[in-house]
């Protein structure tokens, strides 16, 4: 039996949701567990204007938070929000139903209820790293002069406030009495009554939340009343306000109010910022739109002409995109950036040996340039020489395989995983058997031409299904290939244990994924994707009459032992657990939680250090920042296996002699799997719910966001250690049906690939 509790086993589905835009960001935060946190003021016609004053104050005093915020209202029309809606790109109206409509908004796990009369002055952070409880001022009726606790600024947890108490609140039972045991202090300065100062008083410096007494309570005169006229301003200037704010936005407000000023009064420094935000976003046309006219042939603007490159490249405009690159290149400040991406894009083009120029040019503005030295790695002669080393057998009897091949200090399970999929078909995975075509490389005439001579291509493994980390204008996913070149392929195709990989919260503007997804599937005699969470998102996107060609393939590392040669299972295994963390994309993972998140991991290992030699698993450097972090805040340090510098059988000795492995990242969890070594998986992605799922065993998937992860994860990882042999044994009879499911595949997909 594997750890913890077995839950009921089923497939979560999400026919019951309402159809999503292609333009839309992917939203699965119930698969994830993401927390869903709100702002909630309940407001009439008078207090609209007090309401748009505290959405200027907020985007002001917070220009890095974005979250929804819920107006309630007894019925207002529809455009009489629109001023709110200009102020932020996230209001919600909802027609006002009463307390449980503002204390627990349907859809939020955490809400921040503020007042029309309230503006924020100051960092707001802490209140949105609440967890427990209903937070709340402890004040006098001396200190208001409505005195209410329901009245001011309350920070409400709804896993704290159930039925009973709201129904207990909505008779008029005093809120103290109701709330006393969940009730949990905040600090002053979040709720601080204007009413204390008089007309006199400055506003005390550390005051982050200023109410006052209603609209009419705010003085004629006085520091309080500067204090509320700051965001009395009209739109244009808070606009200018915001976009002149120094640090760091959050990309969707910037979005939203910078536009207009761009209309008004180009500026360069602007376009170039709202450009970077579109860039991020995956709106690589609009960033194009907004900063080409602004940019020109300039050559006093590098960094603009830098981000103007990229972004043409990001819509396989390549010609475009190099002519502006080599701009950029021209400052010696800019220079090695610009040289790294004109080198892949010479790379993205076939032209090796102008990605090897552009690479050592970059190292001469920078020798030390991370991402010039990676491509003059990459495009080296000799190893080119070395990767077409030995005698291949004819292009006819080659399969072809087009996939993100990984290397040098990159991801560990992206080295895996081609192999895996290599091994599916025979042992031999080099050059001699398989022709292969990077998946980022452009698919052009001679690159269909080595395609069909192959007697099939393999697309796969991995979350290819993906609109960032390469992205292109052709498909909208990892593979350059055009429609028109795609329909002529006339080798088999095979899509094999792909996956969608696609955040919860991240935009993805789909409608041309979603023509070149139908192209792809209508085209391809094999489609598996690699679990029935991506089948869901991918049917989602297809015509009814191609959905039933999409199927569950899963990805081959799950299945390890079964296909790498010569494999036997540990008689014993090293007192080792080793722990994974992933922080790419860290704010679509962690959102206000990642602190959190933090010290619950430090709760854990620290009692998992009493039990095992714990030890971290990098799977790419980047990784290693969870160790940093832990040891800084928390002063606790872990040994760490850099497994981005293991070759591929040393990762998989790693894992397959280990007794548990705690993994964030999709492969820190499959291989170990595959290697029969019993997991535990920290949920930021839904890729990792949906695998759990597939096996049956949701229980070994603990959120990042769960609120008693490290008791939690402690309790789950101590089961595994109490009963290795059985959680190993459980590990093994989950993994047949994937074996099961492999080989009839396999065995389809010989007589495709059979030569002819």
Avoid at 364 to 375: K, N, R
Wanted: hydrophobic share 40%; glycine share 8%.
């Amino acid at each position: 039996m594997g750890p913890g509790p077995r839950h009921a086993r089923r497939r979560p589905h999400d026919e019951d949701r309402p159809a999503m835009n292609h333009a839309q960001a992917d939203d699965r935060s119930a698969v994830t567990g993401r927390r869903r946190i709100a702002f909630a003021v309940r407001t009439d016609a008078a207090g609209l204007p007090g309401t748009a004053a505290l959405l200027r104050s907020l985007a002001l005093a917070a220009p890095g938070v974005c979250e929804d915020v819920v107006v309630l209202h007894p019925g207002l029309p529809d455009p009489a929000f629109d001023p709110l809606r200009r102020l932020h790109p996230r209001v919600v109206a909802r027609r006002d139903g009463g307390l449980a409509d503002l204390l627990r908004p349907a859809g939020y796990d955490t809400v921040v209820v503020l007042t029309p009369d309230t503006v924020v002055l100051g960092d707001i952070g802490p209140l949105l790293r609440l967890r427990h409880g209903v937070g709340a001022v402890p004040r006098s009726g001396a200190d208001d002069v409505r005195g209410g606790l329901l009245d001011g600024l309350l920070v409400v947890q709804r896993a704290d406030l159930d039925d009973v108490l709201l129904a207990r609140l909505a008779a008029g039972e005093d809120p103290r009495t109701v709330l006393e045991k969940v009730l949990t202090p905040v600090d002053g300065r979040y709720d601080f009554p204007a009413a204390r100062l008089g007309d006199d008083l400055p506003v005390p410096p550390h005051v982050a939340v200023l109410r006052f007494p209603g609209a009419s309570g705010v003085p004629a005169s006085g520091p309080a009343a500067e204090a509320w006229r700051r965001f009395a301003s009209d739109d244009d200037a808070f606009r200018a306000a915001y976009c002149a704010l120094p640090g760091e936005k959050h990309p969707e407000l910037l979005a939203h109010l910078a536009p207009p000023l761009l209309t008004a009064r180009p500026s360069l420094d602007l376009a170039r910022t709202v450009a970077e935000v579109y860039r991020r976003q995956g709106r690589y046309d609009e960033a194009v739109e907004v900063l080409a006219p602004v940019v020109g042939d300039r050559l006093d603007a590098p960094r603009c002409q830098e981000t103007l490159g990229v972004c043409l490249m990001a819509l396989s405009r390549y010609a475009e995109a190099e002519a502006r690159l080599l701009l950029a290149a021209a400052s010696p400040d800019v220079a090695p950036r610009a040289y790294s991406q004109l080198a892949r894009l010479a790379w993205i083009l076939g032209r090796d040996e102008d990605a090897r120029r552009y690479a050592l040019e970059g190292l001469d503005a920078d020798p030390t340039d991370a991402g010039c030295h990676a491509w003059q790695v990459r495009t080296r002669p000799e190893r080119a020489a070395a990767d077409g080393g030995g005698e291949p057998v004819a292009a006819g009897g080659q399969l072809a395989h087009v996939a993100l091949f990984a290397e040098g200090r990159e991801n560990a399970g992206d080295k895996v995983l081609p192999e895996a999929v290599r091994l599916c078909f025979g042992p031999g995975t080099g050059p001699r058997h398989w022709y292969a075509q990077p998946v980022h490389r452009l698919v052009d005439e001679a690159a269909l031409e080595e395609l069909n001579a192959r007697r099939g291509v393999v697309v796969g493994g991995g979350g290819l299904f993906l609109p960032d980390t390469s992205p292109n204008g052709h498909s909208h996913w990892q593979w350059n290939v055009p429609d028109a070149l795609l329909e002529r392929l006339t080798a088999p195709l095979a899509v094999f244990a792909v996956g969608y990989n696609v955040f919860d919260g991240q935009l993805y503007r789909r409608t041309r994924f979603a023509e070149s997804l139908r192209v792809l599937v209508e085209r391809s005699a094999f489609f598996g994707l690699r679990n029935h969470g991506s089948i869901d998102r991918v049917r989602e996107l297809l015509p009814a009459a191609l959905r039933d060609k999409v199927r569950y393939q899963p990805c081959p590392t799950t299945v390890a032992r079964h296909l790498v040669p010569g494999w036997t299972d540990p008689a014993e295994r090293d007192d080792t657990v080793l722990v994974n963390c992933a922080y790419d994309r860290a704010g679509l993972r962690f959102g206000h939680d990642y602190g959190h998140f933090l010290g619950q991991m430090a709760f854990a290992l620290r009692g998992l250090r009493e039990r095992a030699d714990v030890r971290y698993a990098a799977h790419m450097p980047a990784d290693e920042r969870f160790v940093d972090d832990l040891r800084r805040v928390h002063g606790l340090t872990l040994p760490v296996e850099q497994l981005y510098d293991r070759t591929n059988d040393g990762i998989r000795a790693l894992f397959r002699t280990s007794r548990l492995v705690i993994g964030m990242r999709g492969h820190a969890g499959m291989i170990p799997f595959g290697c029969g070594t019993p997991i535990l998986s920290l949920v930021s992605h839904p890729k990792l719910a949906y695998f759990l799922s597939d096996i049956g065993r949701e229980e070994w998937g603990l959120s990042v966001h769960d609120r008693d992860l490290g008791p939690l994860l402690l309790e789950r990882a101590a089961a595994v250690l109490d009963d290795h042999p059985g959680a190993v044994a459980d590990v093994l009879a989950a993994q047949r049906p994937l074996w099961e499911t492999t080989r009839a595949s396999l065995a389809e997909l010989k007589e495709v690939f059979a030569p002819v």
